[in-house]
């Protein structure tokens, strides 16, 4: 009986014992609270970005720069496609495409009373990654944490599952660094098997930007969409020329 009852013990003990090795006692909701701490301190941050898309069809690729000012203001100005722009004061939202002289207005208010409306953009400003944290299910992708990655650095990475399947990403996988606890990279997965990977560099925290440059400026020929994301109700009015 005691060879068998050393086997079992062995058979039991061990497993725990490497889990409690791999692991480093950092749980998925403790790295989100850390996470939106971090997120919720930042008073500006602009950072390099590149957003890859790929479906079974085509792929994708956009660069450009991005900035953040709390509360609420972005900007996305993009390199490739050369003279695309996102830009927002927290209010309204404008989606510039040089291509076809036209702009997208929206209204942030209206968006925020909407159930379906998922982050689909600043993934990497406060109100988007909280509404994240809102909407999905989160949980590491692997016992080990921080994972090493290629570029040497250390990343808590997460596993999220929207909760309810309302459209947008049904799969989220985000990077976060074990140091300073900013997303550097997300890719979200939809229902069609497209995929869109965005990835942040050279982040700089903090420093000064003017309120300026969150404001749109519109020229005399480019058309005005309104709402294109999500409709006003009651709205007749969908389209305009400036």
Not at 63 to 73: A, D, E, I, M
Not at 161 to 182: A, H, M, N, P, V
Request: proline fraction near 5%.
């Amino acid at each position: 009986m005691k060879p068998l009852f050393v086997k079992l013990c062995f058979l039991f003990v061990t497993p725990c014992v490497l889990y409690s090795q791999a692991h480093n006692w950092n749980s998925p909701s403790e790295v989100v609270k850390k996470v939106k701490k971090k997120y919720s301190e930042i008073k500006t941050m602009s950072a390099d970005f590149v957003i890859q898309t790929s479906s079974s069809k085509k792929s994708t690729i956009l660069k450009g720069k991005s900035q953040y000012k709390n509360p609420g203001k972005i900007r996305y100005d993009f390199s490739q496609p050369e003279g695309d722009t996102i830009v927002s004061d927290g209010k309204t939202l404008w989606i510039y495409i040089k291509r076809i002289e036209a702009v997208g207005k929206q209204d942030l208010e209206i968006q925020k009373n909407n159930s379906s409306g998922e982050p689909i953009f600043p993934t990497n400003t406060p109100a988007g990654l909280f509404r994240i944290f809102r909407k999905y299910h989160y949980k590491f992708d692997s016992i080990t944490q921080p994972q090493k990655m290629e570029d040497g650095k250390e990343y808590f990475v997460l596993a999220l599952e929207q909760r309810e399947k309302i459209g947008g990403f049904d799969y989220i996988t985000l990077f976060i660094d074990s140091k300073d606890y900013l997303v550097r990279k997300a890719i979200g997965k939809d229902s069609r098997g497209k995929e869109t990977k965005i990835e942040f560099t050279n982040i700089q925290l903090d420093q000064e930007i003017e309120d300026g440059i969150f404001n749109y400026h519109i020229s005399g020929k480019v058309k005005i969409v309104n709402n294109p994301l999500v409709s006003a109700p009651q709205n007749p009015n969908q389209t305009q020329n400036n």
